[in-house]
Structure formats: structure tokens, C-alpha cells
């Protein structure tokens, strides 16, 4: 293991922080296997009652996916990363166990998804969340299936095509942030959140997240389904690894 994971416990909340903070947190697949492996050991150990998921730095609590490891992708892996993430997503989805996210700058792409997956936001005024994968050449599938759910049609087209960032100001309104706090206070009110959550009986909350996962299913494996076949297509096309190799020409000539 490559400690891109790091957990704690504090009393009944586990806190896991997504830890490649010279990469501003971005998913490569040992990160996502890592976290995986976090989310279920929080499960399976009774003693822990809530979790919050932030990021290591104060810079991003995650850029999204590291385009070091997508630009070599084929169509045939595109298919592959879609099942790694249906893997991680689920657990987001169906653990019985709530969790807060306690955002820390950027939250993009994939990242925003998984803000998104947990059951609250605590940001601060300098977070920015978005999906701008667009701007990269990758379609977005799970991205809009998720945003719909929570902010309806009309603003998932707006994100989803433009690939513009919300300010914490205008996602608070939204209503994708949970709580807007002083940046120093971020931590301190996502674990107090989860220490009220973690207090709630265990058998109700389990029951509640069970349904709320029903509610969504069809629209998530539709969207993990149509992921598969779009981004198969996508990367056969080689749109997106000639953006993505634009994108670090014009980084090293910068």
C-alpha cells in the first residue's frame, strides 16, 4: 500500500483522508482500491458509528481523476475504470454507516461526485466544486446522474456542458454544501456533525440509507451502465487522451 488513504479514530467517527496532497488528492487506482479497503473496514468495526472523508493540505479535498493515469487509457480500459468506480461508489451508497464530507478546496470531477455520494458537505468560502471533465475530452455519465438527483436538469446542463466551478457561495444555494463555516472551523464542525449522526440508533439510520439508495437505483445503474458504453466510445475515439496530452504540453511549456 502506497498510504495515499490515511485513517483515525476519534471516539465513534472514523475519519479517512484522501492523501496525495502534491497531486491536490487525485484518483489514481490504488487510491480507490485504498479507500475501498477504508470505507470497509469502517463497516465492519462496530465501534465506529460515522465517518468523515476529507482531504489531506488545505488545496483540494480532491482534483477529480489524475489525468497522468487516464491519458493511457483505451477503449478497453475506459470499460474497466467504469467498473472500479461503480466498486467504490457502492460503497458510498449502500454502507450502513453515515458520512461527512469536510471539503477543503477543490472538489472536481470524480471528487465532486463522491462529495456528493456522502450524506452532508461542510465547506468553507474558498471551496470550488464542479465537474469541468468536458474541458478534458471525457464525457460525464455518473457526474450528471448525480447532480440531477440533487439540483435538477436545468443546472446539471449548465455544469455539465459549460465545465464551469460553483463558488461555495452559489453551491451553498444550490443546496450541495450542508453547512458554510470559517475554514478553520471545517473539521471541527464535520466531526461534531458526525458525532450527532453517530448518535442516532444504529438499526434507523442503516434502514434510512438502505432507502435512500433504493430510491436512486435505477437512475445509478443506468448511469454505470451507459458509463461503460460512452466511455468506450470516447476513448476509441481518442478524444480525450489528445486533450489531455494538449493539456500537459501547454503545463511544461508554462
Same mark, same amino acid.
Given at each position: 500500500? #502506497?498510504?495515499?488513504? /490515511?485513517?483515525?479514530?476519534?471516539?465513534?467517527?472514523?475519519?479517512? &483522508?484522501?492523501?496525495?496532497?502534491?497531486?491536490?488528492?487525485?484518483?489514481?487506482?490504488? *487510491?480507490?482500491?485504498?479507500?475501498?479497503?477504508? /470505507?470497509?473496514?469502517?463497516?465492519?468495526?462496530?465501534?465506529?458509528?460515522?465517518?468523515?472523508?476529507?482531504?489531506?493540505?488545505?488545496?483540494?479535498?480532491?482534483?477529480? !481523476?489524475?489525468?497522468?493515469?487516464?491519458?493511457?487509457?483505451?477503449?478497453?480500459?475506459?470499460? $474497466?475504470?467504469?467498473?472500479?468506480?461503480?466498486?467504490?461508489?457502492?460503497?458510498?451508497?449502500?454502507?450502513?454507516?453515515?458520512?461527512?464530507? #469536510?471539503?477543503?478546496?477543490?472538489?472536481?470531477?470524480?471528487?465532486? @461526485?463522491?462529495?456528493? $455520494?456522502?450524506?452532508?458537505?461542510?465547506?468553507?468560502?474558498?471551496?470550488?466544486?464542479?465537474?469541468?471533465?468536458?474541458? #478534458?475530452?471525457?464525457? &460525464?455519465?455518473?457526474?450528471?446522474?448525480?447532480?440531477?438527483? *440533487?439540483?435538477? $436538469?436545468?443546472?446539471?446542463?449548465?455544469?455539465?456542458?459549460?465545465?464551469?466551478?460553483?463558488?461555495?457561495?452559489?453551491?451553498?444555494?444550490?443546496?450541495?454544501?450542508?453547512?458554510?463555516?470559517?475554514?478553520? @472551523?471545517? !473539521?471541527?464542525?464535520? $466531526?461534531?456533525?458526525?458525532?450527532?449522526?453517530?448518535? @442516532?440508533?444504529?438499526?434507523?439510520?442503516? /434502514?434510512?440509507? @438502505?432507502?435512500?439508495?433504493?430510491? &436512486? !437505483?435505477?437512475?445509478?445503474?443506468?448511469?454505470?451502465?451507459?458509463? &461503460?458504453?460512452? !466511455?468506450?466510445?470516447?476513448?476509441?475515439?481518442?478524444?480525450?487522451?489528445?486533450?489531455?496530452?494538449?493539456?500537459?504540453?501547454?503545463?511544461?511549456?508554462?
Amino acid at each position: 500500500m #502506497a498510504d495515499y488513504i /490515511l485513517t483515525e479514530s476519534i471516539g465513534v467517527v472514523r475519519r479517512i &483522508t484522501l492523501n496525495r496532497p502534491d497531486r491536490l488528492n487525485a484518483w489514481n487506482k490504488e *487510491m480507490r482500491d485504498e479507500l475501498i479497503a477504508a /470505507l470497509d473496514g469502517a463497516e465492519a468495526e462496530t465501534a465506529v458509528r460515522a465517518i468523515v472523508l476529507t482531504g489531506a493540505g488545505d488545496r483540494a479535498f480532491g482534483a477529480g !481523476q489524475d489525468l497522468n493515469e487516464s491519458k493511457g487509457f483505451d477503449a478497453a480500459r475506459a470499460g $474497466l475504470w467504469m467498473a472500479e468506480w461503480k466498486a467504490l461508489y457502492n460503497r458510498f451508497r449502500l454502507g450502513a454507516k453515515p458520512i461527512v464530507a #469536510a471539503l477543503n478546496g477543490l472538489a472536481a470531477g470524480s471528487a465532486f @461526485q463522491v462529495a456528493l $455520494l456522502c450524506d452532508f458537505r461542510v465547506a468553507h468560502a474558498g471551496v470550488t466544486l464542479g465537474q469541468p471533465e468536458i474541458k #478534458a475530452g471525457i464525457p &460525464t455519465v455518473t457526474g450528471n446522474w448525480i447532480m440531477r438527483e *440533487m439540483i435538477g $436538469l436545468a443546472r446539471t446542463v449548465d455544469l455539465t456542458l459549460t465545465g464551469r466551478m460553483l463558488d461555495a457561495e452559489e453551491a451553498f444555494a444550490f443546496g450541495l454544501i450542508s453547512r458554510l463555516v470559517a475554514e478553520d @472551523q471545517v !473539521q471541527a464542525v464535520a $466531526l461534531a456533525l458526525a458525532e450527532e449522526l453517530a448518535a @442516532q440508533p444504529p438499526g434507523a439510520m442503516r /434502514l434510512d440509507r @438502505q432507502r435512500l439508495a433504493e430510491v &436512486t !437505483q435505477a437512475g445509478f445503474d443506468d448511469a454505470m451502465e451507459a458509463g &461503460t458504453r460512452i !466511455q468506450t466510445e470516447a476513448y476509441a475515439s481518442g478524444e480525450p487522451q489528445a486533450m489531455m496530452e494538449d493539456f500537459f504540453a501547454a503545463r511544461r511549456k508554462s
